[in-house]
């Protein structure tokens, strides 16, 4: 599991769970540095990603960004898996 020093982590794909796909798919609704992480709801990152993209994401990507907002906020690194049970207890998404 990457773990890097969130104060200086320029790169997206250098954060747990990030790889050039989802990546690339911040990027597209916006999100171009890990900094920029911090504050943001998962849901609204997830609902932003399926208009941009014109298709309903799978739901583990929200799970992903759930994982990365959590580390980018100070929590530990964990596997976006770690954050699926969360998804569905709270209903998040239909």
């Not at 320029?10 to 990027?27: C, R, V």
């Not at 916006?30 to 992480?37: K, M, N, S, W, Y």
């Not at 994401?57 to 929590?75: A, I, K, N, T, Y």
Request: charge should be positive.
């Amino acid at each position: 599991m990457k773990n890097p020093d969130r104060a200086t982590v320029s790169q997206l794909d250098k954060l747990p769970n990030i790889g050039p796909a989802i990546s690339a798919d911040l990027q597209q609704i916006g999100i171009t540095h890990p900094q920029q992480l911090i504050g943001k709801e998962p849901l609204q990152l997830y609902k932003s990603l399926c208009i941009h993209s014109g298709k309903k994401q799978d739901p583990c990507v929200l799970d992903v960004f759930m994982s990365v907002v959590h580390f980018m906020e100070g929590g530990e690194p964990l596997p976006w898996w770690a954050f699926t049970k969360e998804r569905k207890t709270q209903q998040l998404l239909p």
